[in-house]
């Protein structure tokens, strides 16, 4: 929490675009609810008795055309505040690292100094520009969603969220691992490219000594360890989707099976169960995105700690 406060003190300039990228992200999210909202009245009006047929289709072209808008402003208005802010970090890590002494440089490679200034500070573009963003619209996205639900049945809406509390430990356990193997990716491409430069730099050594197989074997070893360690987290990442997809469907066989009750009593009419199974299959798509913004952050932290 403390490296990002560090790092979002850097759009603190930019904080008339933040604002209204955040109204982009809020109407989005109210669109999506509408959406859902709508499919109450299509069951039990527009396609029942045939009434507001007019209505209900302006309101559908409408909610998606602010859903649409939402989305582009959002995406773009974020984008740009995460290209400002990696220009501005880069054009002060380049002067803070030019105005060290000679014993600095002497301690680090040239492959650490170009792995900090261009790796690293690209991936602190990806919490800007990409993983906040998405934080944001997906999370009161799903928020939305959720208060719909309780908004029409409470009670329904406890059964079909049974599985949602299970969810947060994997979620912190996925986001403990994929920080530590981020870090050691980090270390391991900071490697490969001092290797790359001290090859390329001293190429006529290389040639002169006929070392070219021994400098192949060095960059094909390290460029093995960045590709094992990026499949590791890969694994742990691609893990948590079919975990989730589990869990739901637990959820929805609750529901239904609730739902089948209720609508037989007289209590649930057929537009309102509806809604819930289009909710909780619409929900499933942000928890997903939510994991792998997530499984993102961690990455970024991890390379915002060694800027």
């Given at each position: 929490?403390?490296?990002?406060?560090?790092?979002?003190?850097?759009a603190a300039?930019y904080?008339?675009?933040?604002?209204?990228?955040?109204?982009?992200?809020?109407?989005?999210?109210?669109?999506?609810?509408?959406?859902?909202?709508?499919?109450?009245?299509?069951?039990?009006?527009?396609?029942?008795?045939?009434?507001?047929?007019?209505?209900?289709?302006?309101?559908?072209?409408?909610?998606?055309?602010?859903?649409?808008?939402?989305?582009?402003?959002?995406a773009?208005?974020?984008?740009?505040?995460?290209?400002?802010?990696?220009?501005?970090?880069?054009?002060?890590?380049?002067?803070?690292?030019?105005?060290?002494?000679?014993?600095?440089?002497?301690?680090?490679?040239?492959g650490?100094?170009?792995?900090?200034?261009?790796?690293?500070?690209?991936?602190?573009?990806?919490?800007?520009?990409?993983?906040?963003?998405?934080?944001?619209?997906?999370?009161?996205?799903?928020?939305?969603?959720?208060?719909?639900?309780?908004?029409?049945?409470?009670?329904?809406?406890?059964?079909?969220?049974?599985?949602?509390?299970?969810?947060?430990?994997?979620?912190?356990?996925?986001?403990?691992?994929?920080?530590?193997?981020?870090?050691?990716?980090?270390?391991?491409?900071?490697?490969?490219?001092?290797?790359?430069?001290?090859?390329?730099?001293?190429?006529?050594?290389?040639?002169?000594?006929?070392?070219?197989?021994r400098?192949?074997?060095?960059?094909?070893?390290?460029?093995?360890?960045?590709?094992?360690?990026?499949?590791?987290?890969?694994?742990?990442?691609?893990?948590?989707?079919?975990?989730?997809?589990?869990?739901?469907?637990?959820?929805?066989?609750?529901?239904?099976?609730?739902?089948?009750?209720?609508?037989?009593?007289?209590?649930?009419?057929?537009?309102?169960?509806m809604?819930?199974?289009?909710?909780?299959?619409?929900?499933?798509?942000?928890?997903?995105?939510?994991?792998?913004?997530?499984?993102?952050?961690?990455?970024?932290?991890?390379?915002?700690?060694?800027?």
């Amino acid at each position: 929490m403390t490296v990002l406060l560090r790092l979002l003190r850097y759009a603190a300039p930019y904080r008339a675009r933040l604002t209204a990228a955040f109204a982009a992200m809020v109407a989005y999210a109210a669109a999506s609810a509408g959406v859902v909202y709508l499919i109450k009245p299509i069951f039990d009006q527009a396609l029942g008795s045939q009434s507001q047929l007019s209505t209900i289709a302006l309101a559908i072209v409408g909610v998606y055309l602010v859903k649409g808008l939402g989305a582009y402003l959002s995406a773009y208005l974020m984008t740009d505040v995460g290209q400002r802010v990696v220009r501005d970090i880069r054009n002060e890590m380049f002067g803070h690292v030019l105005g060290q002494s000679a014993a600095f440089f002497s301690r680090r490679s040239t492959g650490q100094l170009l792995s900090r200034v261009n790796n690293d500070v690209n991936q602190v573009q990806q919490v800007v520009s990409q993983t906040i963003g998405d934080l944001i619209r997906e999370g009161v996205t799903l928020i939305g969603y959720i208060g719909l639900l309780f908004y029409h049945d409470a009670r329904l809406a406890l059964v079909s969220l049974t599985g949602a509390p299970v969810l947060i430990y994997p979620l912190v356990r996925l986001g403990q691992r994929v920080r530590r193997r981020g870090r050691r990716s980090q270390e391991q491409l900071e490697v490969l490219t001092h290797i790359t430069a001290e090859a390329f730099n001293g190429h006529r050594i290389v040639k002169a000594f006929g070392a070219e197989a021994r400098e192949q074997a060095r960059f094909e070893d390290a460029s093995h360890r960045v590709y094992r360690t990026n499949m590791q987290v890969t694994s742990t990442v691609s893990a948590l989707p079919p975990l989730m997809e589990w869990l739901g469907g637990i959820a929805v066989a609750a529901m239904i099976w609730y739902g089948a009750s209720q609508i037989g009593q007289g209590r649930l009419t057929m537009g309102e169960f509806m809604l819930f199974v289009t909710t909780l299959f619409l929900m499933y798509e942000p928890i997903k995105r939510l994991s792998r913004v997530n499984a993102t952050l961690q990455q970024a932290m991890a390379a915002a700690q060694r800027i």
